[in-house]
């Protein structure tokens, strides 16, 4: 009994260490969750950021070139251009057109050349050079040209587009510069096509206009335009030889595809790309669906995510700290885990050693029943006029000496050991004592009358059957053990002095038989 609360308090120290272990393995998942929700919010942030700042850049080349075509049509509108359109084969007429073209001309930002021409791309005024008489475009260019403006000229008509048709970037013929050139259709009142005005500008002015806006924290990103109807590079930061080539990337191609065929129609959208020997990326693409044209702005993803990959950093660390206090736990828990042992087998083993003594002290070593120490104070706690008597018997093992000279002690230790077996097995209820060497009693407390005097006697007469069985001894013969038994039943004088009582009654009966037990009730 003095080894269980040691016991319990080993239970509590190792539940308490577990707890702290579960604790910081919960902080632990709980630091790795933060860091994953704080760097996913965190990139989200970063991308929504990159692509708001594309959707500004898509407004300004927007409203840059929504510029130029404004003015396109101002100029489209003056009444020399008028007038000249439908007098083509007047000089005078010409040379005031030519006037009107080159005071134009410096109103216009990025302005690489604004001019006339008849239908049939004849240039008849420009505002770089006077009296021009050179084709612009040949045969099937020419073609293509008449068809985008009259398709233009119809849009405008039926409200649907600006009436200005764009034929994207190519190389100046004069200036030798990749321009943008821009159109608009001269048409009578009945609707007959008279003449074209153009302007071209310079694609590089665009560019430079990105470049100049810097972004805080996107200082190094660069920026491409597309034309997705004929898959071209508008001009492109990175190669600048790229302007008015064919894009041949597969996935720029795959891009320009599915928004002119409608596949996609997403206004913005980010992604993250890859370059051999160069790194990661993260751009923001901006469809601009009035031009068909796609605006990219693209950086180094450790430029965009810079913030990202602090934080990783310092929940990383974070993390890292607490997982190096939850092994220092773990190892300090597991030396005071070994102390906390050592001082509980002490315990133990002093425990053990206090049980053994008591054990020592008041049973029987060999039959491990009470001796007679053990009776003597079991008696001595029984309260005298029990209105609950009891019932003591006592069995004696006749010419117990004889049977260690002719059987050996081992047999003797064996009938012992039987005989204590045998009895406790029949009074399980009853307390079973060694009060000599060949002297056992058993002493049991009646409760309302059970058990009756009768079935007491009866139960030690099985047990004499029992005890007084033939015992075949291997190599020595067979032993007919003999018993001298007693029962009394007392309720008052319960002291040491009903061992003397049933001695006398053992002694003067002899030897038990079975169906003959000696009973003697006492009780007052």
């Known amino acids: 009994m003095a ?32 860091t ?7 990139k989200e942030n970063a991308t929504a950021q990159l692509s708001a700042i594309a959707n500004e850049r898509a407004l300004i080349v927007d409203e840059f070139v929504d510029n130029a075509e404004s003015k396109l049509r101002i100029f489209s509108t003056e009444p020399e251009i008028i007038n000249m359109m439908q007098n083509m084969s007047d000089k005078n007429i010409q040379i005031a057109a030519q006037k009107c073209t080159e005071r134009l001309a410096p109103e216009i930002t990025g302005l690489e050349g604004l001019y006339t021409m008849n239908w049939n791309s004849k240039v008849l005024t420009h ?77 590089d002015v665009i560019m430079n206009k990105l470049s100049a806006i810097k972004a805080p924290g996107l200082e190094n990103s660069t920026y491409t335009m597309m034309d997705i109807v004929r898959a071209a590079y508008i001009f492109d930061q990175d190669d600048p030889n790229n302007a008015g080539k064919p894009v041949v990337l597969p996935d720029l191609v795959r891009t320009c595809e599915e928004y002119r065929n409608g596949i996609n129609t997403d206004i913005s959208t980010t992604y993250e790309y890859a370059l051999p020997h160069m790194g990661s990326f993260v751009g923001a693409s901006v469809w601009l669906p009035d031009r068909n044209w796609i605006l990219m702005m693209n950086d180094r993803s450790s430029e965009v995510y810079k913030l990202v990959y602090a934080m990783r950093w310092f929940l990383g660390i974070f993390s890292a700290l607490i997982l190096a206090l939850m092994i220092v736990f773990t190892f300090l828990n597991k030396k005071q885990e070994q102390v906390n042992m050592k001082l509980v087998q002490s315990v133990e083993r002093m425990n053990q050693a206090k049980h053994s003594l008591n054990a020592a002290m008041f049973n029987d070593v060999l039959t491990e029943v009470g001796n007679r120490v053990k009776l003597t104070i079991s008696l001595s706690d029984v309260t005298d006029g ?60 009646s409760e309302n009358g059970s058990p009756r005097s009768d079935t007491m006697v009866s139960d030690v007469d099985n047990v004499l059957r029992t005890l007084t069985a033939p015992q075949n001894i291997e190599g020595v013969g067979t032993l007919y053990p003999k018993y001298k038994v007693s029962v009394i039943k007392k309720n008052t004088g319960i002291d040491p002095s009903v061992i003397t009582i049933l001695k006398e009654m053992t002694n003067a009966r002899g030897e038990a038989m079975v169906g003959m037990i000696d009973f003697s009730d006492l009780t007052e």
């Open 36 to 42: 994953y929700k704080v760097n996913t919010h965190t």
């Open 127 to 203: 505002s770089l050079i006077s009296g021009v008489d050179d084709v612009t475009h040949e045969q099937d260019a020419l073609a293509e040209l008449q068809a985008g403006v009259m398709e233009q000229h119809n849009k405008e008509l039926n409200k649907e587009g600006s009436g200005v048709y764009n034929e994207g970037i190519s190389v100046s013929p004069v200036t030798g510069h990749k321009v943008m050139y821009l159109y608009r259709g001269m048409f009578s009142d009945n609707g007959k096509p008279l003449g074209i005005v153009g302007l071209a500008l310079n694609a």
């Open 386 to 445: 029990q209105t609950n008597p009891y019932y003591f018997a006592m069995f004696n093992i006749m010419d117990f000496s004889s049977i260690n000279t002719a059987f050996g002690s081992d047999t003797g230790d064996e009938v012992l050991v039987r005989t204590a077996k045998a009895i406790q097995d029949a009074f399980p209820n009853g307390s079973v004592y060694r009060t000599g060497s060949d002297e056992f009693v058993v002493m049991i407390r």
């Open 3 to 34: 080894q269980l609360p040691k016991k319990k308090k080993g239970l509590s120290f190792n539940f308490l260490n577990r707890f702290m272990v579960i604790q910081f393995i919960l902080m632990l998942i709980l630091s790795l969750f933060i």
